[in-house]
């Protein structure tokens, strides 16, 4: 998109000003990839270049000629290099309004000849702080001081100076300057200094980040700098733009590590799916596969194979899983793909395809099919958090993540679960944990047979899954409930609900416990003669 075009979208004016003819650039990076070529295109258009310490050491390596900063300011580099750029003189050539005539005469009187471009980028604090054995001092000499304010104050003036923070942007630049006879645009000059910025708004937070975090969890000032790491084909309907931002400075996020291999655009509402069901796939080590429709799991199972996971999975809930996210936490082999290729697939997620498998299923034009490359994992980074963006700002709170520990369980009930009624327990607990509140889990051997989600009353949450269960199962439906084991996400304030899963054929429960009526409860569970574990801890998922 052009920034003509993202103007008149947003409603704005376009930048004032005119082209400005460049002939003097300044160049101070840390990140020198593509600095020397972009240092020779510079020269090459006759723009003198100005330079500091490292930097002028790298582009005088490739043979391109530079002034040193310090015979621009008279002065040398001080402090160990904590001073070179911080000099009136420098600042003045970047902040003086070039339309402005008492500007340009004390310029002139000064003897400070104008910078036309800054090319600038920051001492690398975020990937220094990122070492886990990084010292107090390391961190504080990796905050760069005179970076950011060149980057502001060229931003500041950018219908006099054009500043490029980013790599990304030599070439752009460059070409622009070489059509147009070594002139920079207006647009292209607010699109920089926006960049530019950004760019420093993110620095500061990242550094804000740090230091808050060293002292409590939840500092005064939460500050989540993020870049957008690409635009979304529409949001969660069609006529809503969209887009994914990732926080700055995380190393894992959604789509990390992820090669997409064939079809469409992915959406807002394949991206937050796809996240919701990776979140529960990371929960199990054997081969798993895991279905999410509108950010609900409608089946999970675990299995020998993928193959066998994925049948079971899908076997829990076969409407809903029409148009669904799978993902599988194994290779998809042939067999599998052929199955996998007679349902409807919006994303299909997996660490690897066999060469047969892949082209069997990109026959299919819209299924989109992502793949894992090793060593990848949604791991929370320590101090991450989850986030709900609520009107006029932000909730926040630390991530659901404590595991099932039966160690920590207790049993309430004359009745003790078998081994595999524990089996069972810990993996409906584990999977009611993503379903979103109210949610109840019916699972027979390691996969779901029926799911109750969102829904304000926990009995009828009961019922839904009870429901699904027999409209998937058919008459093989009450059998699978006879043997199944059923977990609540949070406890049962009545005992309506556990009555109604023992009548549909519950075995054993599980549930955080912590009711006014827990006794009433845990007396219909004696009543029956079934088990009931208290998990000690509640997993709303809102």
């Not at 998109?1 to 993202?6: D, G, Y």
């Not at 504080?140 to 490029?164: C, F, Y």
Request: hydrophobic content about 40%; overall charge negative.
């Amino acid at each position: 998109m052009s920034i003509e075009t993202a103007i008149s979208e947003e409603g704005g004016s376009p930048p004032a000003g005119s082209p400005i003819r460049v002939k003097r650039a300044l160049i101070s990076v840390s990140d020198k990839t593509g600095v020397a070529e972009f240092a020779r295109g510079l020269r090459e258009l006759e723009i003198e270049i100005l330079s500091t310490g490292g930097t002028a050491a790298a582009i005088r390596e490739a043979g391109v000629e530079v002034t040193e900063v310090a015979e621009f300011t008279g002065s040398a580099e001080i402090l160990d290099g904590r001073v070179k750029t911080l000099h009136p003189r420098l600042h003045a050539a970047l902040l003086a309004r070039r339309d402005d005539p008492e500007h340009a005469a004390t310029l002139e009187s000064e003897g400070i000849e104008p910078i036309d471009l800054v090319c600038v980028n920051l001492y690398p604090f975020e990937e220094t702080t990122a070492k886990p054995s990084v010292s107090e001092a390391e961190a504080i000499e990796n905050i760069d001081i005179g970076g950011p304010t060149m980057i502001r104050a060229a931003a500041k003036n950018h219908r006099g100076v054009a500043v490029i923070v980013m790599p990304e942007s030599y070439d752009a630049v460059l070409a622009e300057l070489s059509e147009s006879g070594g002139e920079i645009s207006a647009e292209t000059r607010h699109w920089l200094a926006n960049e530019g910025f950004a760019h420093t708004a993110a620095y500061d937070a990242a550094i804000s980040r740090w230091f808050g975090f060293r002292y409590e969890a939840y500092p005064d000032h939460f500050v989540m700098p993020h870049q957008k790491f690409m635009e979304l084909s529409y949001g969660e309907n069609p006529h809503q733009r969209a887009a994914l931002y990732i926080e700055a400075g995380n190393r894992a996020h959604v789509l990390s590590g992820i090669a997409k291999q064939h079809g469409r655009a992915l959406s807002f509402n394949n991206v937050l799916d796809l996240d919701a069901a990776r979140r529960l796939l990371d929960e199990f080590e054997q081969a798993a596969c895991v279905i999410v429709k509108h950010n609900n799991p409608c089946g999970v199972a675990v299995a020998a194979t993928a193959a066998q996971a994925y049948e079971r999975a899908f076997a829990c809930d076969p409407m809903s899983a029409f148009g669904g996210v799978i993902v599988l936490n194994r290779s998809v082999e042939q067999a599998l793909a052929e199955r996998l290729h007679e349902q409807f697939v919006e994303v299909l997620f997996a660490p690897g395809f066999e060469h047969g498998a892949l082209e069997l299923l990109t026959r299919k034009e819209a299924v989109r099919i992502l793949e894992l490359e090793p060593g990848e994992s949604l791991d929370y980074a320590p101090r991450e958090r989850d986030v709900k963006r609520v009107r006029g700002g932000l909730l926040a709170q630390d991530p659901d993540r404590v595991d099932a520990d039966r160690d920590s369980m207790t049993v309430p009930t004359r009745a003790e679960p078998t081994e595999s009624q524990w089996s069972d327990l810990l993996f409906a607990w584990k999977v009611c944990r993503h379903v979103r509140s109210n949610a109840i889990v019916f699972a027979e051997d390691g996969a779901t047979i029926g799911i109750g989600a969102g829904q304000m009353s926990r009995v009828d949450a009961v019922r839904i899954a009870v429901d699904k269960a027999r409209d998937a199962g058919g008459r093989a439906a009450d059998e699978l409930l006879a043997r199944s084991a059923v977990a609540s996400d949070g406890f049962f304030p009545f005992p309506d609900g556990p009555r109604a899963a023992i009548k549909a054929g519950a075995t054993a429960l599980i549930q955080p416990g912590g009711s006014k009526r827990d006794d009433e409860v845990v007396a219909a569970c004696d009543e029956a003669g079934v088990a009931m574990v208290f998990t000690g801890r509640r997993h709303f998922r809102h």
